[in-house]
């Protein structure tokens, strides 16, 4: 096992002090502390712009166990502020990762926790949600100043951390697709943290994809003449990103549109649907959803700190405590998942199997619809590939958009 000498903490806002040892950059990081609990993809998860402004406590216990290289990275730069976790392994022997995960952190400027008590953090997230923090490394720590640092950080409620991410000029991303019939068709993808798992879905499905701006306006996109539009994953509050949902609103019933994780949030909003903070969020590769459109249950890769507000049928069947289960939630049919909204019905499509979160959605009048989790998740599960597939019809036939049938 990897250990340093060098100190380190992890210190939470409600004064709870871990104590372990610093690994990769020394130094001092604040942000909200959320726990992933995926047993590999540990480099896809801090290069994923969605973790900008939180610190990853890693729950499965051993964690760089196969190394990294550079093809994993879904975007050029860490975007985790620290990496929290129980073992660290510097392993560089294999071939497909020759490079080993602390010199890789240390290269990237990115502070490190090992030794924590990873089971002791997590249910404290749990139990008392996540939490701003203040995670460091290096000699002559002191633990009031590091608590100081970390009650005097802003909560992540309110952020637009969209507007960090997001690329600052439009650049064009193209691969051949092997298997769509069809004529390639060309998308726009809105960065507001994008991965480049998703481009990849894009491309495998014969779409040339130009990314555009955060702030790019309806009228830029709509002048590009594209087959469909991309809404991309994200960091921070869906509703301080108040010029998206503007934009989306304005794109609406115009061309076809397909968005996960903060762009599922934002559409949601651009319907007139509301948002709300997770108490500890979603993050890991093995939530089960069920899909109200094929009667499915997928086991999806999530990454999402803020939810869409459920509809009343829902919330009321969770509060009088329905049970959760393969079936979906007990006593729900499909068509009681509509919803009225500013743009005519919207139909919920996908429900979480864990709690009853709302995961997809459609507009029953115009082309549109979404999904909470990440059908392109690196390193996988691949459940949910088929929702490129379903965007791609949706552009080129104008299907797609037919009623959910009810659940037998």
């Given amino acids: 096992m990897y250990r340093d000498s060098v100190p380190g903490y992890v210190v939470l806002k409600d004064g709870t002090v871990f104590a372990g040892f610093g690994f990769a950059a020394q130094g001092r990081v604040l942000g909200e502390v959320v726990f992933n609990t995926s047993m590999t993809g540990y480099q896809e998860v801090v290069t994923d712009p969605s973790y900008h402004g939180q610190m990853v406590v890693f729950t499965y216990p051993m964690i760089g166990n196969y190394g990294v290289c550079a093809g994993l990275a879904e975007s050029d730069t860490v975007h985790s502020r620290a990496i929290i976790v129980r073992e660290v392994k510097n392993t560089s022997r294999t071939t497909g990762c020759p490079e080993g995960w602390v010199d890789w952190l240390t290269d990237q400027g ?8 990873t089971r002791a953090l997590t249910r404290r997230i749990r139990e008392h949600g996540a939490m701003t923090a203040c995670v460091a490394a290096g000699p002559d720590l002191k633990v009031n100043g590091l608590l100081a640092a970390a009650q005097g950080h802003p909560d992540m409620a309110g952020l637009d951390l969209a507007s960090a991410v997001s690329c600052r000029e439009p650049y064009e991303w193209s691969a051949p697709g092997p298997h769509a019939p069809g004529p390639r068709l060309r998308v726009v993808a809105y960065d507001y943290g994008i991965k480049r798992s998703i481009l990849k879905s894009l491309a495998a499905i014969d779409c040339d994809v130009t990314v555009v701006p955060a702030h790019w306006t309806a009228e830029q996109t709509l002048a590009m003449k594209p087959d469909g539009v991309f809404l991309s994953n994200g960091p921070g509050d869906p509703a301080a990103v108040g010029y998206a949902v503007e934009t989306i609103r304005s794109l609406l019933g115009k061309v076809p549109i397909f968005g996960v994780c903060l762009g599922h949030q934002l559409l949601a909003l651009a319907t007139g649907l509301s948002t709300y903070k997770l108490m500890f969020g979603h993050r890991g590769s093995n939530h089960p959803v069920r899909d109200y459109f094929t009667g499915r249950v997928e086991i999806t890769s999530q990454n999402h700190g803020f939810a869409v ?7 009321e069947a969770l509060d009088r405590g329905s049970v959760i289960g393969e079936g979906g939630v007990a006593g729900l049919e499909a068509d009681e998942l509509l919803v009225e909204s500013d743009q005519g019905m919207v139909q919920i499509t996908h429900l979480n199997l864990n709690d009853g979160t709302v995961e997809g959605l ?27 597939e379903r965007f791609r019809t949706l552009m080129s036939e104008g299907a797609g958009n037919k009623p959910v049938p009810a659940r037998r």
């Fill in 110 to 117: 990115t502070v490190g926790v090992g030794g924590i008590d």
């Fill in 309 to 315: 507000s459920p509809p009343v049928a829902v919330q």
């Fill in 362 to 388: 459609r507009l029953v009048d115009l082309p549109a619809f979404s999904v909470q989790y990440h059908p392109e998740a690196g390193p996988g599960p691949h459940d949910s590939q088929y929702l490129f």
